[in-house]
């Protein structure tokens, strides 16, 4: 059975810590994305990567960054974690291609103080 | 700039009755939709799908119908159950081989038995 699953359920965190949220899939797919979900905007995709060591910005990467050493495994870090970065955040997966739907994991719900 | 847009944030059905979500969208390039269903402390999951070239899509209860001229989407639930109680999110993809889907802002659907 198809898999994503996150490091963290829950995370809480202070200003300016640096946060890192891990991700990772066991159907080998070459695809992987992160996501923020936010009431009133849906989801939007801050990062990808269709390759080990490649990645490419979403529409919102300002604050972010990821890591991508693994196939299996695909990290978004948070340099100075900020308020406004409170969200759902949630990882998924795909084969490659185009036609394929996106398997996501539970999502990690952080909050900054 | 929302591409992708679903202007109900809510609706209430009856068990039994029909559930019409609704989803536009302004880019015309777009060209294979998706809709996932989110349920509290999950991650979405995939529900149906159509390519622009069709202009619908069956799978058991649930139905997509494609207005391309309209640039308009709709997912039907016939019949409507409790446990379809959910968010329900469109997506769009545009066909550049590789998918980078965007998401609309989500529908919660609530049927009452």
């Known amino acids: 059975d198809v898999k994503v699953t996150q490091s963290s359920r829950y995370l809480v965190k202070r200003t300016g810590e640096k946060v890192f949220l891990e991700c990772v899939q066991d159907m080998d797919h070459e695809n992987m994305f992160w996501y923020r979900q936010d009431p009133g905007l849906g989801l939007r995709l801050i990062y990808f990567?269709?390759?080990?060591?490649?990645?490419e910005k979403g529409d919102i990467p300002e604050g972010y960054s990821v890591s991508r050493e693994k196939k299996e495994r695909f990290s978004l870090i948070l340099e100075s974690a900020s308020t406004n970065q409170t969200s759902m955040y949630l990882c998924?997966?795909?084969?490659?291609?185009?036609?394929?739907?996106?398997?996501f994991g539970p999502g990690t719900r952080l909050t900054v103080l | 700039d929302q591409q992708v847009k679903q202007n109900s944030p809510s609706l209430s059905v009856q068990e039994g009755r029909i559930s019409i979500l609704n989803c536009d969208y302004t880019n015309s390039m777009f060209d294979y939709f998706l809709w996932y269903k989110k349920y509290p402390a999950e991650g979405p999951t995939f529900l149906i799908s159509?390519?622009?070239?069709?202009d619908k899509n069956e799978d058991g209860r649930f139905t997509v119908f494609l207005n391309k001229s309209a640039k308009h989407l709709s997912l039907h639930i016939v019949p409507s159950q409790p446990g379809d109680s959910a968010v329900y999110f469109c997506a769009a993809a545009l066909n550049t081989g590789f998918q980078k889907l965007v998401f609309g802002t989500g529908t919660r659907l609530l049927v009452s038995p």
């Open positions: 998924a997966s795909s084969p490659p291609g185009g036609r394929d739907e996106q398997f």
């Open positions: 159509i390519s622009s070239i069709k």
């Open positions: 990567s269709y390759d080990v060591k490649m990645k």
